[in-house]
């Protein structure tokens, strides 16, 4: 596969195919060194970028490291991915265009109060990087929260 890094308008650098590529093709793995979500805490505590992607139950991340934490995230993206046995792949979900950047939907989940704001250009953005059930989850923390102050 022929990726290369270069300025993105979505965020700094991304990742970008000089080949076309065919829907569900394995693209690339989203490799580094694993280490527990509690080193990663302590790791990244005062950096505002990471590239940490959860694996199995969450408690082990991967420490990115190599092309693929150059993929930006989108809402509607040409990726997404796929864990199989333990490792990450970022798989192709349509057919991808020579030149286009590559992209997946970050699905964040844990990100503590930081916006996680998305600029990623789509129709369908959902103006965060958050995934739909954790957007979900904070409007009803907020709303519980409300609820209590009123009393
Ligand atoms: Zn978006």
Redesign the pocket.
């Known amino acids: 596969m022929a990726l290369i890094i270069r300025s993105s308008a979505i965020h700094a650098a991304g990742c970008y195919t000089t080949e076309p590529i065919k829907n569900h093709t394995r693209v690339v793995e989203y490799t580094g060194p694993r280490i527990s979500k509690d080193q990663a805490d302590e790791k990244y505590e005062n950096s505002p970028t990471t590239y940490l992607f959860g694996v199995g139950d969450g408690s082990k991340v991967i420490d990115g490291h190599g092309i693929a934490m150059f993929i930006n995230?989108?809402?509607d993206p040409n990726c997404e991915t796929d864990e199989i046995r333990g490792r990450v792949w970022i798989k192709a979900i349509r057919d991808i265009a020579a030149g286009e950047e590559l992209t997946y939907d970050y699905n964040l989940y844990d990100g503590d109060e930081d916006e996680a704001s998305?600029?990623?250009?789509?129709a369908a953005?959902?103006?965060s990087m958050y995934s739909p059930e954790e957007l979900a989850r904070r409007v009803r923390v907020a709303n519980r929260a409300a609820a209590k102050k009123k009393k």
């Open positions: 995230h989108s809402c998305c600029n990623c250009g789509a953005c959902r103006k």
